[in-house]
């Protein structure tokens, strides 16, 4: 058979057995831009843990709006971290000395939740920065020089189990954008040092410091300050030091006696849950100051009045 023949029959041969082939499913127009934009707007990246000398840090990574989760729990045995994370996941909970938190993504959708059965107990103390939500389900304690210092979106301790404390010369320092929360028996207590709580530091009114009627802060003498959009204080609040109540938002007016729209508004039920050395009420830049109410002290060593 000549090579001319054989080509023509092969592809005779051809035509008469069609390949199947599949079509591709057509995407919308939406779908196609949705494809576009994913991999640049809403990337889900794990958060990478890594631990150096006793740090564990978590590094958040995502980027955009995606939702990062990321879930600490202390067994008692490690330090387990689960959810969208990588790395060192499982660590022996007497190899940890610190927990640092960071956000090299920059998403807007972070969450860190302390769990377990058991309080972390940290000899480094904790840091955590750029997390948007940061959850204490579970207590954590700083010893000896170290510190809790967290700056978030939202802070909450909810239960009984979310106690805060530093039991030697740390300090604990809580800022967030819209909001601090201690819920049913939480508390936050310093060992004669300060605890600083920021509920709106990006100073636009919006962020309550709310604290339930089983919630305590308690610092020995060490000073309390307190700047927030508004105080919800149905918990009580006790150091021999000094209180302070500042407006997060400048030109914010302060209300004793009334909780009104748009103004710090302390009543006297809420003053009266404060034992403390002085009490100092206002700031550099707060507004007015109007007492609507009267206002009887019943906690108060001293009131220092209204420092302006
Ligand atoms: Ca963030
Ligand atoms: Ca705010």
Redesign the pocket.
């Known amino acids: 058979m000549g090579s001319s023949t054989w080509l023509r029959r092969f592809f005779q041969a051809s035509s008469t057995s069609p390949v199947a082939r599949k079509r591709r499913p057509q995407l919308t127009n939406a779908a196609k831009v949705r494809l576009l934009l994913q991999p640049l707007e809403d990337r889900v990246t794990p958060a990478i843990a890594s631990l150096s000398s006793g740090v564990l840090t978590i590094n958040f990574a995502s980027t955009g709006t995606s939702v990062e989760v990321v879930t600490a729990t202390n067994d008692g045995t490690n330090i387990v971290l689960t959810g969208d994370v990588t790395g060192s996941t499982s660590i022996p909970v007497a190899t940890v000395t610190a927990i640092a938190a960071t956000d090299s993504g920059g998403s807007t959708a972070q969450t860190l939740f302390f769990a377990g059965s058991q309080a972390y107990l940290l000899t480094g103390g904790l840091s955590s920065v750029g997390i948007d939500t940061v959850t204490f389900g579970n207590g954590l304690a700083a010893t000896g020089g170290a510190s809790i210092a967290v700056s978030a979106g939202v802070i909450s301790l909810p239960n009984p189990a979310s106690d805060l404390s530093t039991t030697g010369t740390g300090t604990i320092t809580l800022s967030a954008?819209?909001g601090i929360t201690l819920g049913s028996g939480a508390s936050l207590t310093a060992s004669n040092q300060t605890i600083a709580l920021n509920a709106?530091?990006?100073?636009?009114?919006?962020?309550m410091l709310n604290v339930v009627s089983t919630g305590t802060l308690a610092s020995g003498s060490g000073t309390i300050s307190i700047s927030a959009?508004d105080v919800d204080l149905n918990g009580t609040i006790s150091t021999t030091g000094s209180v302070t109540f500042a407006p997060?938002q400048a030109g914010r007016p302060i209300n004793l006696g009334t909780n009104a729209a748009g103004a710090l508004g302390l009543t006297d039920a809420e003053l009266d849950r404060i034992t403390a050395g002085t009490i100092e009420i206002g700031s550099t830049t707060s507004g007015t100051i109007t007492v609507s109410a009267t206002i009887t002290s019943t906690n108060k060593r001293s009131d220092s009045g209204f420092s302006r």
């Open positions: 954008k819209n709106d530091n990006d100073g636009d009114g919006t962020g959009g997060s």
